[in-house]
Every structure is written in C-alpha cells, then in structure tokens.
C-alpha cells in the first residue's frame, strides 16, 4: 500500500528526531513542530514551513538530517520541496534533491509581507507609510570614530578585521549579527560606529543608523504612549545597517522592547541586512535577555575586545598624539603604557591629564612628572586585572621569564607557573577559558579547567603550595 504524504512525514520527523542530539526536544519543538506535510507526488514530499527565515534555517543547519530522512522513506529518488508561507502573497515554492551536489535553490528573497494569520507570532509588522520610498535619516554615527584611528592589535584583530568585511559587503556575509563585546572601555563604541561610517563610504546610498540600547528603549516607550508602535517598528524595519551599542541595558527591563527588536531583527536579518550589536558580555553570559532574542544574537559572528598589551597601548598613545599634533619624549609614552594597562579610555585619559598638567602648570613633559601624574591617576582609578599582568606577577613570584608561560616546556616548574596563571587568570578576569588558553600557551579551555582544578587540589592538599597561591593572591590584589 502507498504511504500517505502524512506517514511519510510523520516517520520522517521520527528519524530527524532521533538525531538531533543534545536538547533534541527542544530543538524538534523549535524547528520541526511547526512544519506541516502538504502534499507527495512522484517521489516528492512538499512540506510547509512558517517563514523563509524557517526555510533558511533548516537548510543551514539540518539539510543533511532531512535529506538522510527522505531518502530513507523515499528512496533515491526522494526529492523535498519547501512551501513557504508569505500570507496573502501566497506560498513561494523550492525543491531540495536527496542526491546530487547542490542542496537547494535559493528562494526568491524580495516578497512583500503582510499579517493575515495571527499564529505567526514572529512575523514582522509591516506597517507601511503610504507613498513612501527610501527612508532618509541622519545615522547619529560619530565622525571622530573611525577605522583609521582604531588602532589595531592582537586584541582586537579578529572584530576590526571582520568590521572591515561587513562594511564592504553589509548584510551578505556570515557576520551577521555582528555581536562586539567586551568590558569598559576597550572601544566597543567606536569600533561600532566605525564599521558604520565605512559603510556609508562604500555604500552611500545605504540607510545606516546607529543607536543606543537606552535610547531605543525610551523610543519604543514613546510610541507606545503614543499609539504609534507600528510606525516605530516599521521604522526600522526600513534601515540597511542597524547598530545598536550596550544590549545589556535591556536585561531585565519590559519585555515588550525586546519582543519589538526582535521582529525588527527578524525582518531585517531574513532581508539581508546588516546588524551591528554591542555588549560588555558574551553572548552566553548575557542574563535578563529573552532566550529568543539571545538565540539570535549567536547566529553570527561574536568578536571580543581584550585589554590592549604593551605594544598596543603604546601605538595607541602615539596615534593620539600623532592626532593632536603632539610630541613627547619617548620614555614617557613608554612609562605610561607600561603602567596603565586596564583599558583605553583609562589610558587616553591619563595622556590627556598628563598633557592638561603639563599646559595649565606651564611644566615640561618629564619621566617625573609622568610618574607623579601616573601615581595619581592610579589611586583614582578601579585597577582591572589583566592575563598579562597575572603572567608577570607570577613569573617574578619564581623568578622566571614571562615568555616561559608560552613555551612548550614540561619542566615541572614552568608547568606549575602556567597553572597558576590559568587559575588566578580565571578567578580575577572576566576573560572566556578559550582566550586564557590561548594567552597561556595556546591550550584549549578543557586544559585551562584541568589546571584550575589542579591548583585547587594541590592547594588543599600540599602546604607548600598553598602559601604560593595565598602570596601571588596577595600581590595580584594589592
């Protein structure tokens, strides 16, 4: 007897469900509960799906699974074909081949959208201004933020590099979102804005706007004060590049701005364009955010900025002077990239207190004044712990070499200060065990936690080694 188009789905979704692994449930929930069998003619299965950015989705991450999932239903000659639902527009079909090498063709991307079907919780509104073509904004980018006078380094190599990429091609590459994260000051911000004015360089036609996660929040307010959501909405449903700056202000307030910027992603992620997003956390240590929403910030590219090292610090306060037209002696530069070492705006600000001394006191710019101003400046300030500052305190502790810690040494000595640095790097920063492997060695996180581990039993265990810690505690912490 022939299988109906049901059964046929039905024991499909058994063997895609069998094979999703981890979270399976929840997963097939997401994923696949939504989808519904509509017809199978001639070897080929049409099923329906919520929306392109379901479509998408499957294809990306799942079209080994179904394909696997056809074929053993179907045969060889199995072919799916997606049914997309574009509401009053009607479904836009296309036909993915269990066999053969392309495994899909892409679906036509420009369709108008409407809301007939109030079950589509996650379909953007799309509110339209009669009579109104392509939106004209200011994009509230600031000018003196730009790629020229971002310094590059090893600690931000990857997000300036993948800045560059997405202003030269917004919205079709793979960072998208482009998540930037990293603590205060290491120039989230500007980076941001940046990517923004390049952007408008290469593509001047683009509407490229940014904003803060604060202001978009007292927007939406506004609007719903207002009785004007939909046109809020629908606003920047219209941008090319959407930047917003400190996602984390969101955490744990109205929901109801969340659910909003979550449509507008959808809408403009499924019409490729680009969104920039910045945070002072990874994405998996955001907390207060709707999980839906956090599901869609890991979708592309997550960049962190570290603390800039020596050599980077000192090319930026050359960069600034440079900028200002400034010259100064090169032990002072040098005395303060050594000394402040928290982050960049901690250390522009200490050039600017030095240069501000030195004028309005009518006093050269000396190693002594610098010291003086350092000291100073130091005591008023909140000192973040670095890996590399934890890598020179234990080093000195052993009286080692600080490039020791990056050997590939099994010396038993060497090893123990590497430990170390990995356990106090993970009790005092905020860095993720893949960057304290990486500062370490190169080791993976899964040796970083062994490490961890290791000093903690040892600690307990081995008195000797115990005072180590409590000293090194002590001189980190001072």
């Known amino acids: 007897m022939e299988k109906s188009y049901k059964t046929v789905w039905a024991n499909c979704l058994e063997i895609i469900k069998d094979n999703l692994g981890d979270d ?38 799942y079209i080994d699974l179904v394909r696997k999932a056809i074929r053993m239903e179907l045969g060889p000659k199995g072919m799916l074909k997606y049914s997309i639902v574009m509401d009053q527009v009607g479904p836009t079909t296309t036909t993915v081949p269990t066999g053969g090498s392309k ?16 079950s589509h919780t996650d379909m953007p509104n799309p509110f339209i201004f009669p009579g109104l073509g392509k939106v004209k904004v200011p994009s509230q980018l600031n000018e003196n933020y730009t790629l020229d006078n971002f310094v590059e380094g090893d600690c931000n190599r990857l997000a300036r590099s993948a800045g560059y990429a997405v202003a030269k091609n917004p919205g079709t590459t793979s960072f998208n979102p482009l998540l930037i994260y990293g603590g205060v000051g290491l120039g989230k911000t500007h980076l941001a804005n940046a990517i923004g004015i390049k952007t408008k360089e290469n593509h001047p036609d683009m509407v490229v706007l940014y904003i803060t996660s604060e202001n978009f929040l007292q927007q939406y307010m506004n609007a719903g004060r207002n009785g004007t959501t939909n046109d809020f909405i629908h606003f920047y449903q219209m941008v090319d590049m959407l930047i917003v700056d400190d996602i984390q202000f969101w955490a744990n307030k109205v929901p109801k701005t969340q659910e909003a910027f979550f449509h507008i992603f959808n809408h403009l992620h499924q019409n490729n364009k680009q969104i920039i997003i910045t945070s002072d956390k990874a994405p998996s240590e955001l907390a207060g955010l709707e999980p839906r929403l956090l599901s869609r910030l890991k979708w592309g590219l997550s960049a962190d900025l570290q603390a800039p090292d020596v050599e980077t610090r000192m090319a930026i306060l050359k960069k600034k002077l440079e900028n200002e037209g400034i010259e100064m002696p090169h032990e002072v530069v040098e005395y303060i990239a050594y000394n402040i070492n928290t982050n960049v705006r901690e250390l522009e600000g200490a050039l600017i207190s030095l240069i501000a001394q030195s004028s309005l006191n009518k006093k050269q710019i000396t190693i002594e004044l610098a010291k003086q101003m350092v000291d100073k400046f130091v005591k008023n300030t909140s000192r973040e712990i670095t890996i590399d500052f934890i890598q020179k305190v234990v080093c000195d502790y052993f009286n080692l070499p600080v490039d020791s810690i990056q050997s590939h040494t099994r010396k038993r000595e060497i090893v123990q200060a590497r430990q170390l640095t990995m356990y106090f790097a993970k009790k005092l920063t905020k860095s993720s065990l893949a960057i304290i492997g990486l500062q370490c060695g190169n080791k993976d996180h899964a040796t970083v936690l062994h490490a961890c581990k290791t000093v903690a039993n040892l600690a307990e265990t081995d008195k000797q080694f115990q005072c180590w810690v409590e000293d090194i505690d002590k001189k980190l912490q001072v």
């Open 103 to 118: 495994a899909v063709n892409n679906p036509p991307k420009e369709i108008p959208m409407n809301i007939s079907d109030a």
């Open 24 to 61: 399976r449930d929840k997963l097939f929930k997401t994923w696949f509960a939504p989808i519904r069998p509509v017809q199978l003619e001639n070897f080929t299965l049409t099923i329906q799906v919520p929306s392109a950015f379901y479509y998408e989705w499957i294809e990306e991450h």
